[in-house]
């Protein structure tokens, strides 16, 4: 939210229905707490746009600032000089195969990334764990802010977003994911709240109506890049993913795109992989921990109270950008 609000996206989000946030809450089973989120630098409440909504607002953003925007092209990899620098990517457009020069080549491609692929972008440093979840929307449920569950190997949420709509997940470590018959997806989802002893969140639910299909990720383990090379540098999970039961992920993707941007008009691009390392240390850890879903309800709320850290120190620099 804060560097929405900076880029001047804030307003929009809001205006497109987004419902604001106020409080979170965190379920221990056998310990609960409520914490009441506190305007700072300029932001009031928490807002958890729908992608559909978020990229369009970016993108529009994006041309109106001078940016020109191709749909429906597919990068499938890096072009170099004679030196080996890294100075365009070849792509197919619709039946076309074609090139794409720039001093700059950047991979947002996530964690997947073909441009990280094609760089060779040396792996840093890699998670030891990996969760997966169970993931849909629902309406009908009222606006109680984000919610989140924490029982012996399972960890829930519920997240109101736009529609009146609110996401509903389930994660799990990934040796337990396993893929029921689409039609069997939703009550396999509930069954996991039920078994869990959260019996009255999956009653809310099974009254809710259902407005999207039940998708599943099976999870892969944390991992950072090196974020620039000659040529080419690497932004969001294509550079530096980890686990999305930390739900941080858009909010680094941000952060990353601007602490680049300032590097890239300075001339000082490691600077940019230095203070992404450095923001990103205790997330990474503190989520790679969580991943693991090897926890009791004790330790959960320190990884947990660790990982708020986190994002607090990294919220105190960007506001004093």
């Known amino acids: 939210m804060l560097q929405l609000t900076k880029w001047g996206l804030l307003d929009a989000v809001v205006a497109a229905g987004t419902p604001a ?7 221990y089973g056998c310990q609960s707490t409520t914490v009441t989120i506190r305007p700072a ?11 559909t909504v978020l990229d369009a607002l ?12 191709a749909f429906g092209v597919t990068v499938t990899g890096v072009l170099r000089d004679g030196h080996g620098r890294v100075n365009g990517v070849a792509v197919v457009d619709g039946r076309r195969v074609r090139q ?20 060779g972008a ?6 030891e764990h990996a969760g997966a979840l169970w993931m849909t929307y629902v309406t009908g449920l009222a606006n109680q802010g984000y919610r989140w569950f924490y029982r012996p190997g399972a960890a829930f ?14 994660g799990m470590a990934r040796d337990r994911f396993t893929v029921p018959a ?12 039920d078994r869990a002893g959260l019996a009255c969140v999956a009653g809310e639910l099974r009254s809710a109506t259902r407005v999207g299909p039940v998708r599943g ?10 974020a620039y090379g000659p040529g080419w540098a690497l932004v969001g999970d294509a550079g530096y993913y980890k686990d999305p039961i930390g739900v941080h992920g858009i909010t680094q993707a941000l952060r990353d795109a601007q602490l680049l941007a300032d590097a890239v008009v300075d001339g000082a691009l490691p600077r940019y992989e230095r203070l992404r390392d450095e923001l990103s240390a205790g997330l990474f850890s503190a989520t790679d921990a969580i991943a693991a879903y090897d926890w009791d309800p004790d330790r959960v709320q320190g990884l947990v109270r660790r990982l708020i850290s986190a994002m607090s120190r990294e919220l105190e620099f960007l506001a004093s950008e």
């Open 21 to 27: 946030v106020t409080t979170t809450s965190f379920d």
């Open 182 to 193: 689409r039609r069997d997806r939703w009550e396999s989802l509930l069954g996991r709240f």
């Open 122 to 127: 040396p792996v840093r440093e890699e998670g």
């Open 58 to 69: 970016l993108v529009d953003a994006a041309v109106a600032a001078g940016a020109e925007v």
């Open 41 to 51: 630098a300029g932001v009031s409440a928490l807002y958890a746009p729908r992608r």
């Open 217 to 226: 990720w099976p999870g892969v383990p944390g991992r950072r890049r090196a």
């Open 157 to 170: 949420g519920l997240v109101p977003t736009n529609d009146g709509a609110t996401c509903v997940f389930g």
């Open 100 to 119: 794409a020069y720039a001093p700059l080549v950047v991979g947002a491609d996530g964690v997947r990334s073909t441009v990280a692929d094609a760089v």
